[in-house]
């Protein structure tokens, strides 16, 4: 489990932001309001959330400087949000743990083991079954955690790539920042195209110690 820290205080958005209360409550946690803020007994993670345009953006605060932002359509961004990167936050400060929708799994690295708690991945496609994953995406992501230098402890990690005719384009991030090496991995695997443009995002929490 992620060390917890208690959260400073924090300005609230100059944009009107999204009621994250019942999405909380759906899971038996009871949340606090700081400004624009959710938290649990008011501590880190927390989150808040607001529309703009097209978007849905999720903003998410690790500690006092660590924070990182995911953006979704906004039409269906709330459920992606729920069954993607709130579903990883659950299982690791919140003690809800669904084995269905996030692995736990420890791998080593040169400087001590490290917890990886990975979210599903969550395809979009206009119509019919989803499209396969990869054979070795996984596998792909394990070897860039197990060999990145990684400063701190907690580091969230996303992932989103987009299939057409042409090929995939991805855009990974850690904490933020883009990762070509990573995303020039990801874009060679075997990504199928049967006609069907597609999406998929997926998100890691990585804790060191």
Same mark, same amino acid.
């Given at each position: 489990?992620?060390?917890? %820290?208690? $959260?400073? /205080?924090?300005? /609230?958005?100059?944009?009107?932001?999204?009621? $994250?209360?019942?999405? &909380?409550? %759906? &899971?038996?946690?009871?949340?606090?309001?700081?400004?624009?803020?959710?938290?649990?007994?008011?501590?880190? #993670? %927390?989150?808040? %959330?607001? &529309?703009?345009?097209?978007?849905?953006y999720i903003e998410m605060a690790l500690a006092d400087d660590h924070s990182v932002t995911e953006l979704y359509p906004a039409n269906d961004g709330l459920v992606a949000f729920r069954d993607g990167m709130f579903a990883v936050l659950l299982s690791a400060f919140w003690n809800r743990h669904n084995p269905g929708m996030v692995t736990r799994q420890v791998i080593k690295r040169p400087d001590g083991p490290c917890q990886l708690f990975v979210g599903l991945y969550l395809r979009q496609v206009s119509e019919g079954e989803r499209p396969p994953v990869p054979y070795l995406l996984f596998e792909t992501i394990e070897a860039f955690v197990r060999?990145? #230098?990684?400063?701190?402890?907690?580091?969230?990690?996303?992932?989103?790539?987009?299939?057409?005719?042409?090929?995939?384009v991805a855009d990974i991030r850690l904490d933020g920042a883009r990762q070509p090496a990573l995303e020039a991995a990801v874009q060679a695997l075997d990504w199928r195209h049967d006609g069907r443009d597609y999406t998929l995002r997926n998100t890691v929490l990585i804790v060191k110690g």
């Open positions: 489990m992620p060390d917890h %820290a208690y $959260l400073c /205080d924090m300005t /609230d958005l100059p944009v009107p932001h999204t009621d $994250l209360t019942p999405l &909380f409550q %759906a &899971f038996d946690l009871t949340p606090e309001r700081r400004g624009d803020w959710w938290m649990i007994d008011g501590l880190y #993670p %927390a989150i808040r %959330a607001w &529309f703009s345009g097209h978007l849905l060999e990145s #230098p990684l400063e701190g402890n907690t580091h969230w990690l996303s992932s989103r790539v987009g299939v057409d005719e042409e090929g995939s």
